[in-house]
């Protein structure tokens, strides 16, 4: 699909002039209001809880794998007492998940992926996804809401929920004069 655009020269210029030389501080409209941290858990106060570390999590879907046994990819959230999550607690999850992803997005903070991630906004969302459901806390090193969010945030950030729209293009031809650029773009 071949796009012609005619840009005024002058426009393009007065912009390129205008524009900022660096990137401004977020104000504090643009801050995330994360919540307080929940208090870290002691997986002796939690001993039924079986995957509290990655590896322990790793070990089980490679034994998984080796068995012939299917492993869902977030069987790692569980009760208190070891048992998976049901399907309720997990889309109420889910919900508050893309509802934090959105609020990133309003404030302009939310990555190409979620290992792409700033610090406060990995903050804000662990912080708000433990306080919400316990279960996140129970792990060493904050894995399970990042592993969580890992799953859930390409469907969010490329589904109609984050409104990603990207157009790549290529200039194809071009022309330009004192008053006037035209532009021939492939996308």
Not at 10 to 39: C, G, K, M, Y
Not at 77 to 102: C, G, I, Q, Y
Not at 108 to 128: H, I, L, Q, T, V
Not at 158 to 172: A, D, E, S, T
């Amino acid at each position: 699909m071949l796009l012609e655009l005619t840009i005024c020269r002058h426009f393009i210029e007065t912009l390129l002039q205008n524009r900022p030389q660096t990137v401004p501080n977020p104000s504090s409209a643009d801050r995330l209001n994360s919540p307080t941290a929940p208090a870290s858990c002691k997986r002796e106060d939690y001993e039924d809880v079986k995957f509290w570390t990655k590896d322990e999590w790793k070990k089980h879907q490679s034994d998984c794998k080796t068995r012939n046994k299917e492993c869902g990819k977030l069987d790692f959230l569980t009760d208190e007492n070891n048992k998976k999550v049901s399907p309720t607690r997990l889309a109420a999850m889910s919900t508050k998940a893309r509802e934090l992803f959105t609020t990133l997005r309003r404030h302009k903070r939310d990555p190409d992926s979620w290992g792409a991630r700033g610090a406060e906004e990995a903050e804000y969302f662990s912080n708000c996804m433990r306080v919400a459901f316990p279960e996140f806390g129970w792990c060493e090193n904050d894995w399970k809401v990042h592993a969580f969010a890992t799953e859930r945030y390409p469907d969010w950030y490329n589904g109609p929920g984050g409104g990603h729209l990207r157009i790549h293009f290529k200039i194809v031809s071009s022309v330009y004069s004192s008053k006037l650029t035209i532009l021939v773009l492939q996308v």
